[in-house]
Structures are given as structure tokens and as C-alpha cells.
């Protein structure tokens, strides 16, 4: 068993971090206008490319870093630290993409590599939130082609993406199945910007779908295939979560600590009060120990482990490390007082970005279900060695 950083996840690790630096200037400017203007977008753009960390997740044959899992969850780990939700501006296409046919990698996945594209992932409607079955977007046939009618909520990055993968069900058969949709095709509107409890770096639109006409060439993978590309995008997705929330964690923390030796009340430094310590103590047991499993997690699935295990197991990651680092942030508020309470201070921001990491790409409680469904069907074996390995 090897638990070092070996060197190239070290310089990794490194990269990340240089990157981070860079964006992180743009923090305050993105909380006071809710959003940055065109110029800065170009600045990241170039220091994510300048930095080879764009589209981490996809191939380097196609264009992206081409990192494994491990090392994708390194990298996420630094950009966490972000507030504003900055690591959404190091773009990663959505992994579904991988099932493009060729014709559609070079129209789609490819510019989206290279930050010349954006893509948004429509699935969730007013109707079908936990359970994405309940969706009731529909695609007709129509000639060589399909029409699509519905309507998606909290699509993300919807303000920036030109084109979005929507789920949809095939008539008449209700087949779930992605469509490739760009965003200006006749019959695609937004209908509702709402705000929401974080300040983020893109918007999350609701969009309408009414009469939209795409060819056979919009539809992603195979008819029927929609769940499948949904859940892998999910498993990998909980992995980057709970490492994303890692570092935001430990970034709050560093702040605390530093505030704790600092600030003095009632004669002595904060640091020294033991109520403060606790919290100190509580948030550095909580942030080794999820690091360290969502690490063990991630190099599992660079072994090629089994994709059910693999399933529960990112649920697992995600559950833990969204939990626990919400409850690390909101220490750090408490550690800072009332000045954790000011929007210009990044502990203020993370507590309340945090917040949405216990609710989408499933809420908590679907982690639960993920993780209790495994346990029933296979027993916990799996589910509590070091699966890959064994
Ligand atoms: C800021 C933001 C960004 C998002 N971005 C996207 C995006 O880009 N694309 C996209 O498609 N979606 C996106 N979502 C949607 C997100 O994935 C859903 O909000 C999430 O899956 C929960 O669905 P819901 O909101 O409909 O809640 P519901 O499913 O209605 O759940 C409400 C409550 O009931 C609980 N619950 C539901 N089912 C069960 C059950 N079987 N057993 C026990 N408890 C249950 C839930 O845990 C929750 O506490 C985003 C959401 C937010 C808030």
C-alpha cells in the first residue's frame, strides 16, 4: 500500500493550486456584480489552458488533460477552494459526451474541449427531481427527425452554454434518451432566471422546450440509452463533489485557524479557548478522513472496479465529505464571529455555497438509498474493503 503523493500527482496537485491562485483574484469582483464580465471569462480561459487542466476528464487524443479519476480528484480538491463556484469557469465536459458519434465530437465535444463551446446538462423538471423517470419532456418522431416539448429547471451554466444535453422521452415507446440541443434552435427559450441562496459564477435557467426540431443526428448514444449516460455522469460526478468540498473545507479552515491565533478576546488568543479547539480538532478529523476515502474511492476506479460497487461507493464519498464539510464551514463562520457573517469574507461564501453540495447530483438521502440498495443486494463486503485490490 502506497499513500504518498507520487510525483506526478505532486506536481499535479501544484498545477491545481497555481491555477486557483490565478482565478481566485476574481472572487470579490464575482460576488459584488453576481457574475464576471466577458474579459475576465478570457483571462481564466487562458490561464486554464496555459495551465493544461481543461477538460480534465476527456482524452488527450480529443484535446482534454486526460487525467485519471485519482488524479481528476486531486485537481478538483484545489479548485474547491474557489468560492463563487470559480471551479465551474475550469470547464470539464459533461461525460456523456464520450458517446458522441464522430460527426458530433467534432461539432460538439471538441470545441467544448477547447473552451470554444459550452454544454449544459437539462435533466430535472418541476416534476421529476430525485426520481428523473417522472420527467415528462417528450421527443416525437417527425420525419428523419424528432420534436421536442417540456420544460428543464435549475440547468447550470444554462446562461453560458450554447448547446444543451436535454433528457427526454421517445414516443411512443417513453425510451429516456439525451439530445444534443443548440441552444438557438427554434422553439428554446429561457423562461425564468430564479436567484439562489450562493452567489455563482453562471446562472441556473429554467428553459422551455416548445416544437423544437432536431435531426436524427441530435440524439446522443441510443435511443433508450438516456438513465445509463445519466448515472455514469452522476458516479463521477459525487467523486468530484466530495473532493471539491474537501477544499473548500480546509480552505476555511486555514482561514479559522489563522483568525483563531490572531484574534484576542478576554485576554488570550482564541486558539487557546477549548471550545474553539474542539471545533478546530473536529474539522481537521473530519477533512483527513474524507480525503482520505474519497482518494482510496477514486483510485479505486482507476482499477477498473466493479461500476454497481464503484456506484455506492462515490455515494458514500459524496454523502460524507458534503456532510461533514458543511458542518466545517459553518464552524468557521462561528470561529470568525460576526465578520463571518460578511459577504466579503470567503469562510461567509463557502458556508452558503456548501449548502447545495448535500442536494444536487442527489440530495443526501438518495446517497443513503444508493448506499442501503448495495448493502441489500450484495451485503457490505464490497462496500467496506478496498474492493479494487482485492
Ligand atoms: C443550484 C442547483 C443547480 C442544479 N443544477 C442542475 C443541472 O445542471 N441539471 C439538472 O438536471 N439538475 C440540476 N439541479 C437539480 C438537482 O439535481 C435536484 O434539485 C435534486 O436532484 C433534487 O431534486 P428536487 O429538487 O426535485 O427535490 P425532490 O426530489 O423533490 O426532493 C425533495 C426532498 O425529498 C427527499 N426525497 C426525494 N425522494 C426521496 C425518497 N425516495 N426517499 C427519501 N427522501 C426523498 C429529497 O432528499 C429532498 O430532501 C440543480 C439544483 C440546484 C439547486
Not at 428523419?144 to 451554466?157: A, I, M
Not at 473530519?286 to 480525503?291: D, G, H, P, S, V
Not at 464539510?325 to 463571518?340: A, E, L, P, T
Request: glycine share 8%; net charge negative.
Amino acid at each position: 500500500m502506497e499513500f504518498a503523493l507520487s510525483p506526478r500527482l505532486a506536481e499535479l496537485k501544484q498545477r491545481a493550486a497555481s491555477l486557483t491562485g490565478k482565478i481566485m483574484q476574481f472572487e470579490d469582483e464575482c460576488e459584488a456584480n453576481n457574475g464576471l464580465p466577458p474579459e475576465a471569462h478570457a483571462v481564466i480561459r487562458d490561464e486554464v489552458l496555459a495551465h493544461g487542466l481543461q477538460a480534465i476528464n476527456m482524452p488527450a487524443d480529443w484535446g482534454g488533460a486526460g487525467l485519471t479519476i485519482l488524479e481528476q480528484v486531486v485537481v478538483q480538491d484545489e479548485l474547491g477552494k474557489l468560492t463563487n463556484a470559480l471551479w465551474d469557469a475550469v470547464w470539464r465536459p459533461a461525460n456523456c459526451l464520450s458517446a458522441c458519434t464522430p460527426e458530433q465530437r467534432e461539432r460538439y465535444l471538441v470545441p467544448d474541449i477547447e473552451g470554444r463551446r459550452r454544454d449544459a446538462v437539462a435533466i430535472t423538471e418541476e416534476h421529476a427531481g430525485s426520481d428523473p423517470s417522472g420527467i415528462r419532456t417528450t421527443a416525437t418522431r417527425d420525419g428523419d427527425g424528432y420534436v421536442l416539448n417540456g420544460e428543464k429547471w435549475f440547468v447550470t451554466v444554462g446562461d453560458a452554454a450554447d448547446f444543451l444535453i436535454v433528457l427526454a422521452y421517445v414516443r411512443p415507446d417513453n425510451e429516456p434518451t439525451m439530445f444534443l440541443v443548440d441552444k438557438d434552435t427554434p422553439g428554446v427559450s429561457v423562461k425564468r432566471t430564479p436567484r439562489y441562496t450562493h452567489t455563482f459564477v453562471y446562472e441556473h435557467p429554467e428553459f422551455l422546450f416548445q416544437d423544437v426540431r432536431v435531426g436524427q443526428d441530435a440524439v446522443l448514444g441510443r435511443i433508450g440509452e438516456g438513465y445509463d449516460l445519466t448515472r455514469d455522469w452522476f458516479t463521477e460526478e459525487r467523486l468530484m463533489i466530495a473532493a471539491r468540498t474537501i477544499g473548500a473545507a480546509e480552505r476555511a479552515l486555514r482561514l479559522a485557524v489563522d483568525w483563531a491565533k490572531e484574534r484576542e478576546q478576554g485576554g488570550d488568543v482564541l486558539m487557546n479557548r477549548q471550545l474553539i479547539q474542539g471545533m478546530i480538532a473536529d474539522s481537521v478529523t473530519e477533512i483527513a478522513t474524507n480525503r482520505a476515502f474519497t482518494h482510496q474511492v477514486a483510485w479505486e476506479f482507476d482499477q477498473g472496479g466493479d461500476r454497481k460497487t464503484l456506484h455506492a461507493k462515490a455515494a458514500t464519498a459524496k454523502l460524507a465529505a458534503s456532510e461533514a464539510s458543511n458542518r466545517i464551514v459553518d464552524r468557521c463562520v462561528q470561529i470568525f464571529g460576526g465578520r463571518g457573517y460578511m459577504r466579503d469574507m470567503p469562510v461567509e461564501r463557502l458556508w452558503r455555497e456548501l449548502r447545495v453540495d448535500r442536494i444536487w447530483e442527489g440530495t443526501s438521502e438518495i446517497q443513503r438509498l444508493v448506499i442501503a440498495n448495495e448493502v441489500g443486494k450484495r451485503g457490505l463486503d464490497d462496500l467496506l474493503s478496498f474492493t479494487a485490490g482485492s
